[in-house]
């Protein structure tokens, strides 16, 4: 005679083989050394960031890709002609790309269309020459900058919030400088739009 017993058999899952144990030991690993390569970099070297604005047309376009050094404003100060990207003194959660036009203690002004900076090197005024400009410059109060300070303006200046509106940038608020266009394909660069000014003044 027969009888129906319920089973008390459990399953049991098979134990991971070595090679699977491997496996996620190596992707837990690999997790681990990208996170301690990536995080610094992000932090400390470089950034990405995307333009949004017409404020550095047609040096910049809105939707350009670019990679920011954060790296060599810790060995060096910005310098003239330099695009940089930084936080935007009336509400620092925002990011501004602007060019460098004057250094800490220049007074800065405009002539007849044209930014002039005045410097123990030039006290006279040294008138600067930039060929990205598709319009001339504004004319706008004369500002001279404290001893860490920068006055900063956009390629496309009628349509550009900068240093003439909302006065100049602190240097601890710089992040970096442009260092690599990356999208579109077609203006890839590095250094993207930077220029020393100075150097080819009229």
């Known amino acids: 005679m027969e009888t129906n017993e319920q089973s008390n058999d459990t399953f049991v899952p098979p134990l991971p083989s070595k090679k699977q144990s491997s496996f996620f030991g190596e992707l837990i690993r690999f997790a681990l050394i990208a996170v301690i390569i990536v995080v610094p970099l992000r932090l400390y070297i470089a950034q990405p960031f995307i333009v949004s604005g017409a404020s550095m047309s047609p040096t910049f376009e809105t939707g350009e890709y670019l990679i920011i050094d954060e790296l060599s404003y810790h060995l060096r100060e910005p310098r003239r002609g330099d695009v940089i990207v930084f936080r935007f003194p009336q509400n620092p959660s925002k990011f501004f ?42 004319p706008f109060r004369s500002v001279t900058l404290g001893p860490t300070e920068y006055f900063v303006l956009g390629d496309n200046r009628p349509a550009s919030s900068d240093s003439r509106i909302w006065g100049p940038l602190a240097s601890d608020l710089v992040i970096g400088r442009a260092f690599v266009r990356l999208l579109p394909v077609a203006r890839a660069d590095v250094l993207p739009g930077g220029y020393q000014i100075e150097e080819v003044a009229q």
């Not at 007849?112 to 410059?137: I, M, R, S, W």
């Open 97 to 138: 790309i602007k060019r460098v036009i004057g250094l800490p203690n220049e007074t800065v002004r405009t002539e007849n269309g044209a930014v002039v900076v005045q410097n123990e090197k030039h006290p006279d005024g040294l008138t600067l020459y930039e060929p990205y400009l598709v319009t001339e410059t504004a």
